[in-house]
Every structure is written in C-alpha cells, then in structure tokens.
C-alpha cells in the first residue's frame, strides 16, 4: 500500500506539474494564449476537489519520502537515483515563495493576481533573479517527477520500445515550456518600458498590499524553512539510529568472491552490496519491482523473516525457491551468504525470467548457429580495426534479426552466433521463431553487402544450422564471465549442421525435427539423411540454398506468426 501510495500521489502531482508546464510553453504564441488556457487550469485545480487531491497528494508523497528516507540504512546510491533523492527533497523548498504568492495569497488573502502579464513582469522586470530560481525550480520538479517515472517504467517489458519517445516526451515539455515562458517574458518586458502599461495592465487584479506582501513573505521562508528542518530532522535521526545500533552489535553479510561486509541490523542486502562495493544489479533502483537483485540465502534458522506480501507476489511470479529473496528487501537479522543470481548488468527482461532457468533446468528449446564462409581468409592482410568493424557489423544485424524474431543471442564464436528460441515458450514456437531468424538474417544480408562493398571484396556468406531438442540451461561461468547459455546434444547437433552447409553448399541446414515441430512443410527443399559426430543413428536433415526462400514454403496449419511477421 505505502508503494501504491507513493506511486499515484507522484502521478497526480505530475499531472498537476506537467498542465503547468504545458500552459508555459502556449508563451510562444501569445500572452493571451497563456491566460486563456490558465483560466482553463485554474478551473480544473481550484475546484474543492481537485484542490483536496492535489494537497494531500503532496502531504502524502512527501512523508511517504522522508519515511524512504529513514528506512534507507545506506545513501549509497546510482546517480540517477541520488539525484532523484536531492531533487525530490529540493522541490517543496523552492516552491513554497510561488506557492504561497499564488495559491496561499489568493485562498486566505483575497487577492487575484493570476494573470501572466503580473507575474512575468515580477520576473522578468520587477526581480529577475527570481525568474530564474522560478525557471530552475521547474526544471527540478520535472526531472525528479521524470526520473521517477523512469524506474518504475523500465521494469515494464513495453517500455524498451518505447523509452526513445518518452526520452524525447521527458526533454521537450520543460524546453517548450522554457522557452515559452522567456519569449511571453521578453514581451511583458517590452510593453513594460511604458509606465501606463503597468498601472493599465494591473488594473482589474487584486494585488496584495505591501502588508500582506510582507506576510506572504514571512510565510513562505516558515514553510522553506519547515521543510529544511524536516529534512534535517531525518537525517539527524538516521545517524543516532546507526550509532546506537552499531553499539549493539553489526551482521556479516558473505559474498561468493569472499567478500563479506559488516551492517548495522536492519540493513537490506541491496544496501549491504553497495557499502561493500560488490556489483549487484537492481533495475527498478530497489523498489522490490523488477527482482533482478534476487540473491540465493544461505544462513542459520532464524537469521531472515519471511517475505513480506509485496516481495512474495513477485518471488511467486519467478517461481522462486525458498533459499531465493530480493536483495532489495532482504534485512538478515544475523549472520547470512549471498549469491546473486544475475550479473550487474542484466538488463529488465532478464528480472522475468524464471529462477530456475538460471539455475539450472532442462528444457526443450530451438538452437542456431551461424558462421561466416572463408571469414579467416577474407581477414588475412586487413587492419585489425577493418576486421573488427565488419564482424560488429555482421554481429549487430544478426543480433537483431533474432531478437526481432523473439529469440536471444546466447554468444559469439569468433565469426559465428549461437542463440536459443523458445526458451520460456517451448520448443513449438521456438523453431518457428529460429526459421524466422534464419530467415531474416539470409535477406539483411543482401543489405549488410551493400553496405560494406567498400570494405570487402566479395559478398560475405553465411551457413546456418537449426536444431531443436533437450538440453541443460541455466547461468555457468565464474565471476563477471557468468552467463546464461545452454548444453546439451541438441547444441552440438545444431553446431554440426551449420558445418554441414559446407559439404551440401546451401546456406541453411535445418533437422526435418525442427521442421515438424515449426508446423511447416519442408518437403519442397531436399532431404538428406546424415550421420552426426557423436551421435547415435542417422538424423534427417533439409536444405535450403537461400533461407529468404523459406517464405515460399506454406504451413501445414496455417501461415506462422512468425513468418509472417518478416514479410
């Protein structure tokens, strides 16, 4: 509830900024254009209720950030999210001079002074260096509310697609608003040259009399000043909480490498690997959201609680096993061992995937392999920076084409790939999406040689092999060279058939099982059937000279999604 709350009270306050924002930026029309459409703004947040949720948003979002505050055990933390901290923390303090001259002085004061011409002119002629702690302000208010809004979206599986956009969204709305904001200052500016404007222009407002001017002042440095305090209370409490606990007693929290780092109780492992400078990743910024921080536990009974509601939802959702918690909101009572269970740089996508792929399960999945032809031959006599800027050419279009068709790219070998469809989804769809790579990648490949006919002297070429069966997935490696990836006899098997494009001179070699398994007929290529190193009985085998001719093969039961997809 309190993340629920934290979260909606930052929504309405971002709408309530961002129609501000959106009415500043009107300045590059006209004036007229500003007030026109702050008499449609005013209307909407003046109103009893509006006005009730605007309030108790922010006296909600503001205790819900000093109770983070307090909880925090380290501030230790990203830039992004220190800045996020300070920024937060730095809003209501700037504000509360407009606040109190605009919404305070017109509730209890009776003034009406909510035009633009009055307080541009207050701005921009009267005290410009308030003008600029107003502009700056804004700018702070968005940027906390954007880099907000960041951590709890990147956690999302659609907000990868559309970060670009919101990237461009996040700068635009304060640059328009800057922008509008200074051109309607430079022409109040202007009109203020004439000494009639200002006594014509002020005429039908209700401005506060020195008096009240002097009130509203001494209200707004109370209001500044209450919020520093607030601030500093906070503060001043988490430093006597450490104190006194550290005299109580620390707990040793273990790391694989041997590491290991002493906390005051009460500390999340999250926290802890930030004191101890081990690596942990933590995309949603330890909001317990993402689960990228889960760590494998291992301690004595009673060292850990269980899982609070928030934190089980999402175990649940990973199918964690018991030894698994977040980092993020594991507080170890005693003496415990931590493994992460991902590398410091996964990426969102990799918080969905099960716990037990990555530690260790057998599946039945689709595998690829692809290499380049005569690569060793065509890099004999080329600058190193020559060779490594065709691979990564080569490497970047068939990384996206099986991403594109839903697959992941396992690792690179030398001149080849390897990558894994149906890994979450099963070895059905799997093989429709490895055909749908296959190909993808035979018709970016006219593309990639256009490209690069200034660089090489002939067409690069490829071979492709495509396999499905059994095999051991699950993270192996040690330290920063643990990784995700798969073994098995369907893996060499697949790596085989790439090899086997060689002998048969085609581009693409794919098992008659992983055909029938895609749903599609491949009885229009030719069949072979092949005896494979290491392996038992003979396997049939399609090939296929060109696999963009994939597309005119028909399926059994109707077109593949897949496929379809890349016409």
Not at 60 to 88: D, N
Not at 188 to 198: F, R, S, Y
Not at 375 to 384: I, N
Not at 444 to 457: K, Q, V
């Amino acid at each position: 509830m309190i993340r629920s709350l934290r979260l909606w009270s930052g929504l309405v306050m971002l709408a309530y900024v961002a129609m501000h924002l959106s009415n500043h930026a009107f300045g590059l029309v006209s004036l007229d254009a500003m007030d026109a459409v702050l008499t449609w703004v005013f209307w909407i947040w003046s109103s009893r209720p509006a006005q009730t949720l605007l309030y108790g948003a922010f006296l909600v979002h503001y205790a819900l950030a000093l109770w983070a505050l307090w909880e925090r055990r380290s501030l230790r933390l990203r830039a992004g999210e220190l800045a996020q901290l300070a920024l937060g923390f730095a809003v209501p303090i700037l504000l509360a001079h407009h606040v109190v001259a605009t919404r305070i002085s017109d509730d209890y004061f009776g003034t009406y002074d909510l035009y633009y011409s009055y307080f541009l002119w207050g701005f921009f002629v009267h005290a410009p260096q308030k003008g600029i702690l107003q502009m700056a302000t804004l700018v702070v208010a968005w940027s906390h509310a954007m880099i907000g809004l960041h951590f709890w979206l990147k956690a999302k599986p659609w907000y990868a697609r559309l970060r670009p956009v919101a990237l461009v969204a996040a700068v635009l709305v304060p640059v328009l608003s800057l922008l509008g904001t200074i051109e309607a200052g430079r022409h109040v500016a202007a009109l203020a040259a004439d000494p009639n404007w200002t006594r014509t222009a002020f005429a039908a407002m209700r401005l506060p009399s020195p008096a009240v001017a002097q009130q509203l002042d001494m209200i707004a440095a109370i209001l500044g000043w209450l919020f520093a305090g607030l601030l500093a209370a906070v503060l001043t409490a988490r430093l006597a909480r450490h104190l006194w606990r550290r005299r109580h007693g620390l707990i040793r929290i273990g790391y694989p490498d041997g590491r290991f780092v002493d906390v005051v109780p009460g500390t999340s492992v999250l926290e802890a690997s930030r004191l101890a400078g081990v690596p942990h990743a933590h995309i949603c910024g330890g909001r317990g959201r993402c689960s990228t921080c889960r760590v494998r536990v291992r301690g004595s009974p009673g060292s850990i609680d269980p899982p609070a509601e928030a934190e089980r939802r999402v175990l649940s959702r990973i199918e964690a096993t018991p030894n698994v918690r977040l980092a993020c909101q594991l507080r170890p009572k005693a003496a415990v061992e931590v493994t992460p269970l991902l590398p410091p740089f996964a990426q969102a996508r990799d918080g969905r995937r099960p716990v037990a792929i990555a530690q260790g399960s057998e599946r039945e999945i689709a595998i690829m392999f692809t290499d380049i032809r005569g690569f060793t031959e065509l890099a004999e006599g080329r600058l190193p920076y020559d060779v490594v800027f065709i691979l990564n050419r080569y490497f970047a279009m068939v990384g996206r084409s099986v991403e594109s068709a839903g697959g992941r790219v396992d690792k690179f070998l030398g001149d080849g790939v390897m990558a894994l469809f149906g890994i979450e989804r099963g070895a059905d769809l799997g093989c429709r999406e490895a055909l749908a790579a296959a190909r993808l990648i035979s018709e970016r490949m006219e593309a990639l040689n256009t490209s690069l006919s200034g660089e090489i002297d002939r067409p690069l070429r490829i071979g492709i092999g495509i396999h499905t069966g059994p095999i051991i997935i699950g993270e192996m490696g040690y330290g920063a060279a643990a990784a995700m990836t798969a073994i098995g006899d369907a893996v060499n098997t697949a790596s085989r058939l790439q090899e086997l494009t060689k002998e048969y001179g085609c581009e693409l070699v794919v098992s008659e099982a992983a055909g029938t398994r895609a749903g599609f007929d491949l009885s229009a290529f030719p069949r072979h059937e092949v005896e494979i190193r290491g392996r038992r009985g003979v396997l049939a085998i399609r090939t296929i000279a060109c696999a963009a001719e994939l597309g005119l093969a028909p399926a059994a039961a109707g077109p593949s999604p897949a496929l379809g997809a890349a016409d």
